[in-house]
Structure formats: structure tokens, C-alpha cells
């Protein structure tokens, strides 16, 4: 087992909801495949999606919903 | 009461334009921002600025408690809303008011009657401004939507009474797709504007954008001539003109006759936007919505009379009636403008916030370029993607291209990729130049010139 960093790919908003009525993509500890979508970005009022990018177990979430975040921040840690 | 010091209450170009005319009239200006916009140019020439929050637009440009509490400790006696943001928010309006200050705009209760589109169509059709068949109001029954569309026919759009900006907007082109589609836009409708209303439109297939620039003061009301703006992607407009290329003499006066009636109607205060669909087949005209609020486009109606729409609206906020009469607005020549956006026309208009690394600005005889753009600035994520606009005003519309041709040569910004290159592609086609467009002639043509947008890669740099 290896911890890898889950980094956006773009400046903006994270969100961890697909909308603000819904429940969160993913939990800590949650399982995901890589295709797994764990957030958003919004980048100039257009929202791009975060996929895991491998599979593995969610460890914990270092962005909260609604952060702003850089490009290339980690936004979450995995267990692969 | 004369304004003083006017707060703006938003960002980007439009927070600059109202600076510059506040400075023209001698008004002090107080600029908001948040903390991604500490850096901007309205913050850099701006008399006063005050940090009214977090990067989000939630926390910070639509926080009106905040934005009121900026006013009061900065003594300022007006606030400007731009566009976008609180512009069309009647509660605003009316908490700006109750706090002892001028809202440059209109009155809460004429932006709560515009922003119904349902009663807005009622106020048209009562000041007898055609208005697209459809539903008289909010349709109260499936039963009833479905004997109306018997009358209109099909193709119709089903959209939210409290949508607007072509938001919550769904075609049906026949009555099986009708029956599936209602239950559909209604829960929309409910989960996003938290109001299940709808109305029906027909869809008048290609139509042309055009809208009415008009002032008030609410006791009069004139015109400043129409813009044209069919040149949209995803329901956003990025070019626009004034005078439009399609209307003749008799019909343009009716045009804008009907726009001082409707606004008239309502006793209508500052500037304002009346939108129309336009059918050049049968020649008809149809009221679509008002926009209670100055525009993005303002610039080619300023260009084509000489009446600088933003001053005007901050003297009438002031309480100045009317300073021309309708037989004194003329038109001379021809503008354009285009919107040079943070996106990469090469891939499919992606985003793309950055640092501008360099930047060199087309002057000349009728060049105007309106923006929040200097040399080193850092284009933040977090808001729409304007970041400048490009005007141009020449003797005639033939003229005005040509200019606009050279004006986007001599443009450069470096250090992300713009729409630029969709403008220089637009002004050399043979459609644009002959005016032949309506508001779904564009994506149609960003399809089949994909390859063409993708071949000139501008230098396209992300900031690290």
C-alpha cells in the first residue's frame, strides 16, 4: 500500500458535491476506481470534473467544498 | 440630490468603465473587491477600495450585507451595480434604498416586474409590443399547455418563469417530445429558481438578436437606437453592432417606438435593455425580456450617438432628469464590438485564466478597447471569463470590419489564449461581412471551422 496525492488540474472552486442540494461524490475512506469522479472544479463559471486517477481507498480530503484551490494542489489522499 | 462617492459593486471591465465616468462627473469612487481581486485594475484607479471578502462571488460580490456595510463605512452615497452580480435584484435595490443610499438603476419594483418574465410579457402585450405567440402567462395545467400548443404549432420552447439569460430553456418539435419535456422543465425549473412556473413559446426558427437601448428618468423616456447581437455561443452573445444590419427605416422605427412605449409603461429609471427576436422573412419583431441594468454592449450604442450611457445613468441616479430629447439622438455610422474572452477557440473555448505576460493595445482613429487588463496582471478563476472589449466605429458597417480587422492585429495578449483568433476568422467570413447571421447560425459554424481555429495556436503559457 502507497499514499498518492490527488491534485487538481486546474486554478478555481472545489466542490465536493455535484450540486449544492446533493450529497458529496466521496467520503473519507470511501473505495474508488480510477474513473471514479471525487469533485469539481469551477474555472470561469465552466465545472470540470476530478477523477481519481487510481484505483484505491479515499485516506482523507484536503480541500473543503467550496475552496479555492491552485492548479496542481493536492486535493485529496489515496491509498493505491 | 447629487451623488458624491459612488461604491461599485462588482468587478472586471464594467467596474473600470463606471470609475472612468464617476471620475468624468467628478464623483469620488469607493471599489469593492475580493481577496482574488485585490490586484485589479478597478482596485489600482479607483479613489478608495475596501476588501469585502473570499474569493467566491457567493461570499463576496453578491454579499449584500457586506457590500451595504463597505457603503456606510466609506460614507459613500450611491452604489453602481454593474452587470451580473445584485444588478437585477430587486431586494438589493430596495436594501440599498431603505439604507439612505441611491441605487444607480432602476426601482426595486420595476426590476421585480421585469424579472418575471411572465408578467414582463403581460406589461408588453398591455403597452402593445408584440410579444412571441405562446402563453399569455404561467401555464397553470398540463391541460392547458397542450391545447395552447395546438394552436401554435411546433417547434415551441418551454422555459421557467424565473429563468432568464437562456437558462432553463427546452425545444420541443413535437407533441411527443411536448409530453416528455414538461415534467422534465418543471422540476428544473423548481430545483433551480425554487419556482415550478413555466411558460410556452414558439421557437421562431432563424430569428435574429436584436434589442433597444433605452433611458429614463422615470418621467420620460427615450431610445438610443437598437444593437444587434445574433452572433452567440451557448446562448452568450460575442459580437455585437449597432445599427443592426437588417432592419429597414419604417421597421426600426417601429422597433424602438415600441421599446420607449413598454418602458414608458413602467415609469422606467435609468438605462435599460429591451431584447427582441427579429424574423427578416416576415419582417416581424417579437419582445423577448427587459434587462433592467446597463449591458456588456453598451459601447456601440455610445459610439453610435455620442451619448455616454453610464454617465447618464449615474446623473439620473442623481436625480438629473433627461439631458436630450429623442429628436436629438441620432445615428452616425457604424460600430462593433467584440468579446475578447479567456478561452481557447482551438479547444473548444476552454477556460484559461493566467498571468499576462505581455500586452499591446490597438489605438487609432475609432478604436476603443474596455478592460481589466495590464501587463503582469493575474486573471483569477473565479469569475466569467471577459476580460476585455473591443470596439470599433467607422462611417459604415463595410468600414467598421475593415477597422475591426486591423484593430485585432494589433492586439496582442500573451500568456494565455483569447478569443481573438475567433474574431479574425468572423471578420474575414463572408456571412459576417454581408450581415447574413441570425442566433443559430454560429455553432454550427464554430463546427465546420474547427480545424480552422485549431491551426493559429496562440502562445498559450499556464500561470504555474
Known sequence: MATQQIFSPLPGIFYRKPAPDKPVYKNDGDVVADSDTIGLIEVMKSFNEVKAGAAGKILRFLAENEEPVMAGQPIAEIDI | ?464
Open chain 2, 1 to 464: 440630490m447629487a451623488i458624491k462617492k459612488l461604491l461599485i459593486a462588482n468587478r472586471g471591465e464594467i467596474a473600470v468603465r463606471i470609475i472612468r465616468a464617476a471620475r468624468e462627473l467628478g464623483i469620488a469612487t469607493v471599489q469593492v473587491y475580493s481577496k482574488a481581486d485585490k490586484d485589479s485594475l478597478a482596485v489600482r484607479l479607483a479613489d478608495e477600495s475596501i476588501e469585502i471578502g473570499p474569493p467566491q462571488a457567493s461570499k463576496s460580490y453578491l454579499n449584500q450585507a457586506v457590500i451595504l456595510d463597505a457603503a456606510r463605512s466609506t460614507g459613500a452615497d450611491a452604489i453602481h451595480p454593474g452587470y451580473g452580480f445584485l444588478a437585477e435584484n430587486a431586494e438589493f435595490a430596495a436594501a440599498v434604498e431603505a439604507a439612505g443610499l441611491i441605487f444607480v438603476g432602476p426601482t426595486a419594483q420595476s426590476i421585480r416586474l421585469m424579472g418575471d418574465k411572465v408578467a414582463a410579457r403581460g406589461a408588453a402585450a398591455s403597452a402593445g409590443v408584440p410579444t412571441v405567440p405562446g402563453s399569455q402567462g404561467r401555464l397553470e395545467s398540463a391541460e392547458a399547455a397542450f391545447a395552447l400548443v395546438d394552436k401554435t404549432g411546433f417547434p415551441v420552447m418551454i422555459k421557467a418563469a424565473a429563468g432568464g439569460g437562456g437558462r432553463g430553456i427546452r425545444i420541443a418539435h413535437s407533441a411527443d417530445e411536448f409530453h416528455h419535456l414538461m415534467p422534465q422543465a418543471q422540476a428544473e425549473a423548481l430545483a433551480a429558481f425554487g419556482d415550478g412556473g413555466l411558460y410556452v413559446e414558439k421557437l421562431i426558427e432563424g430569428a435574429r438578436h436584436i434589442e433597444v437601448q433605452v433611458l429614463g428618468d422615470g418621467h420620460d423616456v427615450i431610445h438610443c437606437f437598437e444593437r444587434e447581437c445574433s452572433l452567440q455561443r451557448r446562448r452568450q452573445k460575442v459580437w455585437e453592432e449597432a445599427p443592426s444590419p437588417s432592419l429597414a427605416p419604417a421597421i426600426r422605427e417601429k422597433l424602438c417606438v415600441s421599446a420607449v412605449a413598454l418602458a414608458k409603461a413602467v415609469n422606467y429609471r435609468g438605462a435599460g435593455t429591451l431584447e427582441y427576436l427579429y424574423d427578416d422573412k416576415t419582417h416581424e419583431f417579437y419582445f423577448l425580456e427587459m434587462n433592467t441594468r446597463i449591458q456588456v454592449e453598451h459601447p456601440v450604442t455610445e459610439m453610435i450617438t455620442g451619448i455616454d450611457l453610464v454617465r447618464e445613468m449615474i446623473r439620473i441616479a442623481g436625480g438629473e432628469r433627461l439631458r436630450v430629447r429623442q429628436d436629438e439622438v441620432r445615428v452616425s455610422g457604424h460600430s462593433i464590438e467584440v468579446r475578447i474572452n479567456a478561452e481557447d477557440p482551438a479547444r473548444n473555448f476552454q477556460p484559461n485564466p493566467g498571468i499576462v505576460s505581455a500586452l499591446s493595445v490597438p489605438g487609432g482613429d475609432g478604436v476603443r478597447f474596455d478592460s481589466m487588463l495590464y501587463q503582469g496582471y493575474a486573471v483569477p478563476p473565479f469569475y466569467d471569463s471577459l476580460l476585455g472589449k473591443l470596439i470599433v466605429h467607422d462611417k459604415d458597417r463595410p468600414g467598421a470590419i475593415r477597422k475591426l480587422d486591423r484593430a485585432l492585429a494589433d492586439l496582442n495578449v500573451e500568456g494565455l489564449a483569447t478569443t481573438k483568433p475567433l474574431h479574425q476568422a468572423l471578420v474575414r467570413d463572408a456571412d459576417v461581412q454581408a450581415g447574413r447571421f441570425h442566433t443559430a447560425w454560429l455553432e454550427p459554424w464554430l463546427e465546420s471551422h474547427a480545424a480552422t481555429l485549431a491551426a493559429p495556436l496562440p502562445t498559450a503559457k499556464v500561470a504555474p
